[in-house]
């Protein structure tokens, strides 16, 4: 009979198992000696000798990128590459190198995949165990923690897995019957209701990971650890005086929280037309974790057979050999697949480094331009990894989710408000890469190459006199909309006067959120 513990004995699997890189469709890794510059990883070239890499590695050709006509087939290889251990038959991941004050709301804010069953935390041995509901979503967490090199107090974290294991038979009938979950939801509570008052009065019931309270409505939602902690709670709590006149129930686990992000990505893999993400949100969640579980271990294949281990959870993309009349602008144009963190061109070197705000989404733009090919001015660009980015800082993360892009929206403009003039009021927050007017909707868009420059102008401008009757908001990131079909950017060029050909089409893809 199995100890109580069991399901979180270790299965320590070390980042990727290196058979998924073994008849991977992929590049093998780069040996960091082959490159004269930091900055820059190339794609190996098919001549180098396979002996330049470790014994583990299997030398591919690089033309291999040309068998595969989309992202979604090398995500299929990867995934029919992947070993046993990356798609083990468990629900319970182990995350290990955890420092011994993180607490579970910690950890847990970096979850999203899908709900938690219970989550099990072990100070004394620097560890973790997260058993989710199901085996996809664990699969989902395990892959994309990998892949983003899962990072908490400045510790790398460990991922592997624990033991499979069921759900407990409560648990089971308490989901399919009342869509339980760890989160408690508090209903008509009194004005005065403090958040220590509920810890006290819903602690008996078991270990609480957060606690949320929403005065102007007025609501509570008490995460505990476990769902068997919260049915005790939903079951008992009623029953008490105190409680008797409030509404207990369940809420929605924040850790099943779909974002924009992974509507898109799974909406992308699942073949979903451009446009109609959101109907992700309603699918089935085991469809979703899937298909995200399986982008992340393609993504992850990607990163690591064309610039080794170091790289997974990378966001920079190089591109060389632009033409010597390309503007930032043009090659923003052409950029296409998700948000853009920053973008840094040196025309002086024929230089670009793009790096995204998930690195999934610069996986996938590396892949599909060594496969489609990224043309300007009817030059096909070099396309690498440029040095490793680093996880995306947590506050623009929290400002990517709330909403913010690096394009600026302005909103009831006139015409004397030239592209010129808006050009040199904001220049002051960084680095403008296109201003755009549209006269007849009355409203002009300001692009930045960075992220945080277009968080500071939004901050900044509305404290200016002339800017205060305007609306200002986040518009949307032309590089975000959906990757262009085969061989669209093949003829892209500049005309004379230095407008691009797919301007008029970006120009429109602008609009306020």
């Given amino acids: 009979m199995l100890s109580p513990a069991s399901q979180y004995d270790v299965q320590y699997t070390p980042l990727l198992p290196s058979q998924l890189l073994l008849g991977s469709p992929f590049q093998p890794g780069t040996p960091s000696a082959a490159f004269a510059s930091p900055q820059v990883a190339f794609p190996t070239s098919p001549n180098m000798s396979p002996g330049a890499f470790s014994p583990t590695d299997q030398y591919v050709p690089y033309q291999s990128y040309m068998d595969f006509a989309s992202f979604n087939e090398l995500t299929a290889a990867a995934a ?43 100070p004394e041995k620097n560890c973790a165990f997260i058993s989710f509901l199901d085996i996809a979503s664990a699969s989902h967490f395990h892959s994309d923690a990998i892949l983003r ?52 009065d819903l602690g008996r019931f078991g270990s609480i990971d957060t606690i949320k309270l929403v005065r102007e409505k007025p609501i509570g939602f008490v995460h505990f650890l476990s769902i068997s902690s ?22 929605k686990d924040r850790c ?69 009349e390309t503007t930032i602008e043009e090659i923003c144009n052409v950029v296409r697949g998700g948000l853009l963190h920053q973008i840094r061109y040196i025309p002086d070197k024929h230089i670009c480094f793009v790096t995204f705000v998930d690195p999934t989404v610069a996986a996938q733009f590396f892949a599909m331009s060594n496969v489609q090919g990224l043309m300007i001015h009817n030059r096909r660009l070099k396309i690498g990894w440029g040095k490793h980015s680093g996880p995306l800082p947590t506050a623009i993360a929290l400002a990517v989710t709330a909403g913010a892009s690096r394009n600026v929206y302005i909103g009831n403009v006139d015409e004397s408000w030239t592209e010129e003039r808006l050009r040199q009021d904001f220049s002051e927050y960084g680095e403008i890469e296109l201003v755009n007017t549209l006269r007849e909707k009355s409203c002009a868009f300001v692009n930045f190459t960075n992220i945080a420059n277009a968080i500071k102008a939004i901050e900044g401008i509305k404290q200016k006199e002339e800017y205060r009757n305007f609306k200002i908001n986040f518009g949307k990131d032309r590089c975000g909309n959906a990757p262009r ?7 892209h060029h500049t005309n004379h006067n230095g407008a691009s050909n797919g301007n008029t089409t970006a120009t429109s893809e602008l609009y306020r959120k």
Avoid: C
Avoid at 168 to 188: D, F, K
Avoid at 230 to 251: H, S, T
Avoid at 485 to 491: E, I, R, S, V
């Fill in 80 to 122: 029919a590459a992947a070993s046993p251990q990356m798609i083990q038959a468990s629900r319970t991941v182990y995350l290990g190198n955890v420092a011994s004050e993180t607490t579970a709301e910690e950890l847990l804010s970096h979850v999203h995949s899908g709900p938690v069953e219970s989550v099990r935390m072990l």
């Fill in 149 to 200: 090199k899962l990072s908490i107090r400045g510790q790398d974290i460990k991922v592997g897995w624990g033991k499979p294991s069921t759900v407990p038979m409560n648990v089971l009938m308490a989901v399919h019957q009342s869509n339980a979950s760890r989160n408690v939801y508090l209903g008509n509570l009194p004005e005065d209701i403090t958040e220590e008052e509920i810890r006290e």
């Fill in 230 to 251: 919260a049915i005790k709670a939903v079951q008992q709590l009623p029953q008490e005086p105190k409680w008797g006149n409030r509404k207990v129930f369940y809420g």
């Fill in 256 to 324: 099943a929280y779909v974002s924009k992000t992974q509507q898109q990505n799974a909406a992308q893999l699942l073949g979903i037309s451009p446009g109609y993400e959101h109907l992700i949100a309603g699918a089935d969640r085991d469809m979703i974790s899937n298909a995200l579980a399986q982008q992340s271990a393609a993504a992850a294949a990607v990163a690591t057979t064309a610039g080794g281990m170091a790289n997974l959870g990378n966001r920079t993309v190089y591109l060389g050999s632009i033409h010597p």
């Fill in 485 to 491: 079909p085969m061989n669209l950017n093949a003829g």
